[in-house]
């Protein structure tokens, strides 16, 4: 073993060369591992492919004895302990994925401090005697790899995750780093607070991308295959990708492109072969550009990506930020295009208002519960509830807190207060919503406003320079026009309202100005947007307090040039072309869109669609189902909807998947449940195969 070197003055650099055979820390990497070895808590934010494993790696040799790494994928988990087996280094795993002897054996091996890593999941925590096993000998260190799993704010809340602070404090004094490439300052906290972090250092470093020029764009659906095969008709914009919302856009999209260039299609859906076999050709260079779903691009590392559109608004910065991080990671020059319009936000609204009940029904469910067990079924004939929007409001209920579920899916009160819990998630999930409308709409430089996201508030001052905000002429999506004579004179005015009225809210200067509604709320926001780039005025979030709720608004302030403007200084400003951007009908710009509030009884079935009754095969399958579902949830001690809801259930009955890619395609099946109940649920579909000609029903992607 490697003993620990003096952190306040020794060189890193022989135990980094000699372990990794590297010559020199990527920028920031030092400061994370000394902080490690000396025993400190860390709190690490890097993006992907900034070089995070090796922030606990490094640590974790100069420390000497075993370091426990827990990571909730067992593929990631996989690659990460086979690149540190080949340099040579004693590395074990105990997942779901492996025999049992072997993971005796690793256990075995910890014990007898034969092991510098150990890798395991989550889940195995709660298994008898393992949690007891580890504290028998201390781990020189703990890394908790994507780390924002266990925050409720992060975009992949998985609840075993988020029960390892319980078990942290057996295994001190052993120093705790938590990595993580995508959290926001509130899931930050939501980390330190839930692993008890002991006063970590905090590292939020190099989300700023030197390279990359960031355009968004307001183009109607239908506009957007053309605009896209425009765009990818130079040469030197490939190689690309292309995000589609949904599988079919993404098939139809790439059969157009192929037509011009070497393209395909990338999304879950596939047989494992052929995405394979796209991926490999993507790499190769033989495929110019793939058009996928999200599926596409986790552990990608092609370095001269030149280009990545996206056709539709994402669901949160999180993601967005992830899928154009794979660009250009060669340094070159490289773009990124987002397209837009109001019908995404609808489109996400939509799957919202669909995941998550109001708050209404789950007090309805919540009112009936005793404390004495029911059956759930019963409990949903007396609400006389839909049995999808039962179950989803059933299992909020429980994870919050309000409802406790046990092996036999009886339900019964857990008198804890759930709502406020649930309440701040929803509103979490709609200000996620409302910070990706409000980055495609705001008037700033974008990836100033990506690094301010993340929490980066060192490096958010300086403007990038090159994306559609700074540097408008550069653009190759949006197009813009000369200002007008009218709208000049609107500059005047503007700036005169600013300046002697100390009116700053941007809807308000609409009004006062264009009472009769002359220039429309949209042009007028796009001329604020202009002069915003041209340094006339800061535009700006903000919020005030109206009814015990908060409201957003955009406020402008001017700037120093902004004050010396009048009448007889010229003004020539770039303003989007919106002839034929701009989408028929649409709604005026409204704040950010409330939730209705349904009466008690909403979720009612009377208003529910009637679904046919399933035949002799598929009741047959759903009952082995649902018996293994109950045998697996009393074996893991945890209510069955932990293994997946009944809508999750039914869903599978439907598809009768044969291999693990169609489990995948299952709506409710993601690849943690995969990993740990894949192989048990083909098993039961195998035994029960498809009637011939029904067909099967996956899920889409959004």
């Not at 009936?368 to 019963?378: G, I, N, V």
């Not at 220039?519 to 007028?524: A, G, S």
Request: aromatic share 6%; net charge positive; hydrophobic share 40%.
């Amino acid at each position: 073993m490697d003993e620990s070197p003096n952190t306040q003055g020794e060189s890193l650099a022989p135990l980094l060369q000699k372990a990794f055979g590297f010559p020199s820390f990527r920028p920031n990497q030092e400061a994370v591992c000394r902080a490690a070895i000396a025993g400190q808590d860390v709190l690490l934010v890097m993006p992907t492919g900034s070089g995070k494993s090796l922030c606990y790696q490094l640590p974790a040799l100069a420390r000497g004895g075993t370091a426990l790494v827990i990571s909730p994928l067992i593929a990631l988990m996989d690659d990460q302990a086979s690149k540190l087996a080949k340099l040579g280094l004693k590395v074990a795993r105990v997942h779901s994925g492996l025999d049992r002897m072997t993971s005796r054996q690793s256990c075995r091996d910890y014990l007898s401090g034969g092991l510098q890593f150990m890798f395991i999941a989550p889940e195995r925590l709660r298994v008898p005697g393992f949690a007891e096993m580890l504290a028998k000998r201390k781990p020189s260190l703990v890394a908790i790899d994507e780390a924002h799993c266990i925050s409720q704010w992060g975009h992949d809340f998985r609840p075993d995750y988020r029960m390892l602070g319980q078990h942290l404090p057996a295994l001190r004094p052993a120093p705790v780093i938590a990595l993580t490439a995508t959290a926001t300052p509130i899931v930050q906290n939501d980390i330190v607070d839930q692993l008890r972090l002991l006063e970590p250092a905090r590292f939020i470093r190099g989300f700023r991308r030197e390279n990359l020029a960031i355009e968004v764009v307001e183009v109607p659906r239908p506009g957007r295959p053309q605009l896209t095969r425009e765009l990818l008709q130079d040469p030197g914009r490939r190689p690309a990708i292309v995000y589609a919302p949904t599988r079919k856009e993404a098939e139809q999209l790439a059969r157009d492109l192929s037509q011009l260039f070497p393209a395909a299609a990338y999304h879950a859906g596939l047989e494992s072969e052929k995405r394979e076999r796209v991926q490999k050709a993507f790499v190769d260079s033989s495929l110019e550009v793939v058009v996928a779903t999200i599926a596409f691009g986790m552990g990608i590392d092609k370095p001269d990506v030149r280009t990545i559109i996206r056709t539709a608004l994402p669901a949160s910065i999180e993601a967005y930020y992830q899928e154009i991080g794979r660009a250009g990671r060669d340094g070159k020059p490289s773009r990124t295009i987002l397209m837009h319009s109001y019908a995404d936000l609808r489109m996400h609204e939509y799957f919202f208002e669909r995941d998550y009940p109001p708050v209404e029904t789950l007090e309805a469910i919540s009112q009936q519960l005793r404390r004495e067990p029911q059956p759930k079924e019963a409990l949903r004939q007396a609400l006389d509830m839909d049995p999808e929007l039962f179950d989803r409001a059933l299992e909020k209920l429980a994870i919050h807190g309000g409802a406790a579920i046990d092996s036999m899916e009886d339900a019964s009160e857990d008198g804890k207060d759930w709502r406020q819990s649930y309440i701040t998630q929803l509103e979490q999930k709609e200000a996620q919503l409302a910070l990706v409308r409000r980055y495609a709409e705001t008037p700033q430089c974008r990836m100033r406003a990506l690094v301010r996201h993340f929490g980066d508030f060192a490096d958010s001052k300086r403007p990038c320079g090159q994306c559609d905000f700074c540097a408008p002429k550069q653009c190759i999506a949006q197009r813009f026009r000369p200002i007008t004579k009218a709208e000049q004179q609107t500059v005047y005015a503007l700036v005169e309202t600013i300046r002697h009225a100390k009116i700053q809210s941007i809807g308000r200067l609409h009004k006062l100005l264009f009472p009769t509604e002359i220039m429309t709320r949209d042009d007028f926001e796009d001329l604020v947007g202009a002069m915003a780039a041209a340094g006339l005025v800061l535009v700006e979030d903000a919020t005030f307090e109206e009814a015990d709720k908060t409201i957003l608004y955009r406020k402008v302030t001017l700037t120093r040039e902004g004050y010396k403007l009048n009448e007889r200084t010229p003004v020539e400003l770039l303003l989007t072309d919106r002839t034929d951007e701009r989408e028929p009908a649409k709604p005026k710009r409204q704040r950010s869109p409330k939730r209705k509030t349904p009466p008690a009884n909403a979720g009612l079935k009377a208003g529910a669609t009637i679904a046919l009754p399933p035949s002799p095969q598929d009741a047959e399958l759903e009952e082995q189902l649902r018996a293994w579902r109950l045998a697996e949830a009393k074996k893991l001690g945890r209510p069955a909807f932990f293994v997946f809801g009944d809508r999750t259930l039914r869903a599978i009955v439907q598809a009768r998947p044969a291999t693990l890619e169609e489990l995948l395609a299952v709506e409710g099946i993601g690849p943690a449940k995969a990993e740990m109940f894949g192989q048990s649920v083909l098993q039961i579909c195998r035994s029960n195969p498809p009637i011939p000609g029904k067909s099967r029903h996956l899920k889409g992607e959004s």
